[in-house]
């Protein structure tokens, strides 16, 4: 069974430019988080879909907004990008609706120059 | 709000001696409580968790945690280390459909 698969894996924007990463998650799971990671703030939540639902959402401008398909893929988008937001933005998909295990993909690195 | 705690930014170990790290919590009630660890460059990968009943839990790897409700604890041991347990690893509460993550402890095997 394939892991939590994200897309691309590098990137490298520049400022003001806008991005959107792709998450294909375990075939099956209905469930998809987004994290972002940097070495100041640590894990920080974004949000969670269940069945294209937006259940939760961090505390993020709005700059950053996500979206979940009918088959389970997401794609999280930020406008607007700003040199803070380079990080490594994480995946994470989960079988069951109470989202009590979290699979999570490698990541993409996101660089805002 | 939840938080959790990890009390211990790195730790340094030798290869074959016993490994605690620390993680306390503050939530109203019991939450899913995680542990989950990271090597340079990769994602999150998941070595226990619990839920509810048996406070001692058994994880992959030769991990294993105690959840102690009275000190709102949850520490992860593992009693003989090995080299390529060197990763960081980070406590996470389970509320709302989200994870709240520690600041993760970093741990150097030396040997």
């Known amino acids: 069974k394939a892991g939590v698969t994200q897309t691309p894996r590098y990137l490298i924007k520049t400022r003001g430019q806008q991005v959107t990463l792709s998450c294909s998650p375990i075939s099956g799971h209905r469930s998809v988080s987004w994290y972002q990671q940097t070495p100041g703030q640590g894990l920080q939540f974004l949000f969670e879909?269940?069945?294209?639902?937006?259940?939760n959402k961090g505390n993020f401008p709005g700059r950053f907004s996500g979206r979940q398909f009918s088959n389970s893929r997401s794609e999280m988008n930020v406008s607007t990008l700003e040199l803070g937001d380079s990080a490594l933005y994480l995946c994470?998909?989960?079988?069951?609706?109470?989202?009590?295990?979290?699979?999570f993909g490698q990541g993409t690195r996101l660089t805002v120059v | 709000a939840q938080s959790v705690t990890q009390p211990d930014i790195h730790i340094t170990v030798s290869e074959g001696a016993s490994l605690e790290l620390r993680c306390n919590y503050s939530?109203?009630?019991?939450?899913?409580l995680f542990w989950y660890v990271q090597s340079p460059g990769q994602g999150l990968q998941l070595l226990l968790k619990?839920?509810?009943?048996?406070?001692l839990v058994q994880g992959i790897k030769g991990f294993e945690a105690e959840f102690k409700r009275s000190q709102s604890s949850f520490n992860l041991r593992k009693p003989s280390v090995h080299w390529s347990d060197a990763a960081e690893y980070f406590c996470?509460?389970?509320?709302?459909?989200?994870?709240?993550f520690g600041a993760g402890t970093t741990v150097t095997v030396r040997a």
């Open positions: 994470a998909s989960s079988a069951d609706r109470q989202n009590t295990e979290a699979f």
């Open positions: 619990y839920f509810s009943g048996d406070t």
């Open positions: 996470a509460v389970g509320v709302n459909y989200k994870l709240s």
């Open positions: 879909y269940f069945s294209e639902t937006q259940r």
């Open positions: 939530y109203g009630a019991t939450p899913y």
